[in-house]
Nanobody, 124 residues
């Protein structure tokens, strides 16, 4: 199993910002598509953002313009920064990895490795 360990703010205020971190095993860090997903109660897991081996990024429409996915190669860490938080951002956030240098797919089924998730709750 590839260890993916998320951490970050549990509670945040509407209009505020958060940064989530995901520690990733170095053996997969370079050759995997990395992504953040989230799942709210009663809803399907949805992709938030992804980043490929070349650093190309893509974002869901719901966070586009107020979100940044990045990775710190030396620290083997993936980040998600989210601004202008809304109550709809409340969800369990997961980092995930899929073999391949490009993010060819964005559906959760393509990602073989998952972290345990970190809860984010945005209050109004």
């Amino acid at each position: 199993q590839v260890p993916l360990v998320e951490s970050g703010e549990g509670a945040a205020q509407q209009g505020g910002s958060l940064r989530l971190s995901c520690e990733v095993s170095s053996e997969v860090y370079g050759d995997y598509c990395m992504a953040w997903f989230r799942q709210a109660p009663g809803k399907e897991r949805e992709g938030v953002a992804n980043i490929d081996n070349l650093g190309n990024t893509a974002y869901a429409d719901s966070v586009k313009g107020r979100s940044t996915i990045s990775k710190h190669i030396a620290k083997n860490t993936l980040y998600l920064h989210l601004d202008s938080l809304q109550p709809d951002d409340t969800a369990m956030y997961y980092c995930a990895a899929a073999a391949g240098r490009m993010c060819a797919r964005t559906d959760p089924g393509w990602f073989a490795y998952w972290g345990q998730g970190t809860q984010v709750t945005v209050s109004s």
